[in-house]
């Protein structure tokens, strides 16, 4: 496992539609073993292939609403319902010091396979959903940025 550089938003990796993983093997091992590893090392609470380069639909998000905090893999997600709007500052490790306000569902649920590549449905509120809606539009080629309302002052963000 490795710490992968993560790509900043005018990298045109970042605005590359992702295609489905097809192969559950070895390498997609890795991709996620070093996926996770990053997203770790980061203050993020999810980080998609295409961040560092790889455009593949694969994500791992931190679901920030267990104790301890889990680690979800998504491989080929789709959010497959949601509920609820409400409009909450949201960042990307893609983009440092930049912070805005976007409407995302206060719930949400996803259908993605496992690193095996079985099926599966998970289930967000607040941040959890949040987090599935933003990692999604990245491996379609969409950062956050093209969806914010009002831009916050970084140092806002800070004395948080
Ligand atoms: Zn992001």
């Known amino acids: 496992m490795a710490l992968r550089t993560i790509l900043t938003q005018e990298d045109p990796a970042l605005s590359k539609k992702c295609r489905p993983v097809t192969k559950f093997d070895d390498r997609l091992k890795q991709l996620v073993g070093d996926l996770t590893d990053t997203l ?15 455009l593949r639909r694969v994500t791992v998000i931190l679901d920030i609403s267990k104790e301890p905090e889990e680690v979800v893999v998504l491989i080929n997600p ?30 949400a649920k996803i259908r993605a396979q496992d690193i095996n590549g079985n099926w599966f449905e998970r289930e967000g509120e607040g941040t959890v959903a949040q987090c599935f809606c933003h990692e999604v539009e990245h491996l379609d080629g969409h950062m956050f940025t093209e969806k914010v309302e009002e831009f916050i002052d970084p140092e806002d963000m800070k004395q948080e």
Do not use: F, H
């Open 40 to 54: 770790l090392a980061s203050s993020g609470v999810g980080l998609a292939a295409p961040q560092v380069g790889v």
């Open 78 to 107: 789709e959010v497959i319902d949601q509920r609820g709007s409400d409009r909450v500052p949201e960042g990307c490790l893609s983009a440092p010091n930049v912070w805005g306000y976007v409407t995302r569902p206060t719930w």
